[in-house]
């Protein structure tokens, strides 16, 4: 079936808010259940899928003001991986081979991010799951989903957002909001869009990766998405 899609190699960054679900906090089960079933339903088309994921759901170096920034940076780094292994318990109960990388090593429960690693899991059809974003303080998770877009060598960055595309402002407090069917990663950071960190945005207009922002809640987008179907905002 691998002739239905658009993208052959994709890397989906999920936010630690989008893992949340309702409850806002933590993991929903259910929801990533949802998130789960898409993401076997495209590696049966054929697409070999990499993950990034955030740990807002647990902790925001913004969070700790308070703290030392590094000390703050660090413990959303480790909220990552509870994330990541979180993917992981989901994707084998529903008989999806996957593998956790870890920018920080643990050992214990993951491998460490090595890039040739990474490209035999995927090549032989298992899903990675990249956690601790880039495994450094002052960077965010969308800086480490561009670099390890980057590294792998994907078709295109799946973002998926609360919201269903990129706007010309916040729609939940601008219902006169515009939403871009495309633009380009310059306006983005023209108009600060805040589509992600301007670091990340910089990142992929330096090494054309294009760039999909879709709403993750309706987990089906995962499957459009990688059809090319139009859906969201494509940003290149």
Request: glycine share 8%.
């Given at each position: 079936m691998a002739e239905e899609v658009k993208y052959k190699r994709v890397l989906l960054k999920l936010s630690g808010e989008v893992l949340a679900g309702d409850q806002k906090t933590g993991v929903n089960v259910e929801t990533v259940g949802k998130i789960c079933d898409e993401i076997k339903k495209i590696t049966e088309m054929g697409v070999q899928v990499a993950i990034v994921v955030g740990g807002g759901n647990f902790w925001r170096g913004r969070n700790g003001h308070q703290m030392e920034r590094t000390t703050a940076d660090y413990m959303g780094i480790i909220a990552t991986?509870?994330?990541?292994?979180?993917?992981?318990?989901a994707l084998e109960a529903r008989g999806v081979c996957s593998r956790v990388q870890t920018a920080i090593e643990m050992r214990e429960i993951a491998e460490p991010f090595i890039l040739r690693k990474a490209?035999?899991?995927?090549?032989?059809?298992?899903?990675?799951?990249?956690?601790?974003?880039?495994?450094?303080?002052?960077?965010?998770?969308?800086?480490?989903?561009?670099?390890?877009?980057?590294?792998?060598?994907?078709d295109i960055i799946l973002l998926g957002k609360n919201i269903d595309g990129v706007y010309s402002a916040d729609p939940k407090l601008d219902p006169t909001a515009k939403k871009y069917d495309q633009i380009s990663y310059i306006e983005v950071l023209e108009k600060d869009l805040k589509v992600m960190d301007s670091t990340a945005t910089a990142m992929c207009r330096d090494n054309k990766m294009p760039l999909l922002v879709f709403g993750i809640s309706d987990p089906e987008n995962i499957v459009k998405a990688v059809k090319g179907e139009k859906i969201g905002t494509i940003v290149n």
């Open positions: 991986a509870m994330n990541g292994l979180a993917l992981q318990d490209e035999k899991h995927l090549n032989r059809g298992r899903v990675v799951i990249f956690a601790c974003g880039t495994g450094h303080p002052y960077f965010t998770t969308d800086t480490a989903a561009v670099l390890r877009a980057t590294e792998i060598n994907a």
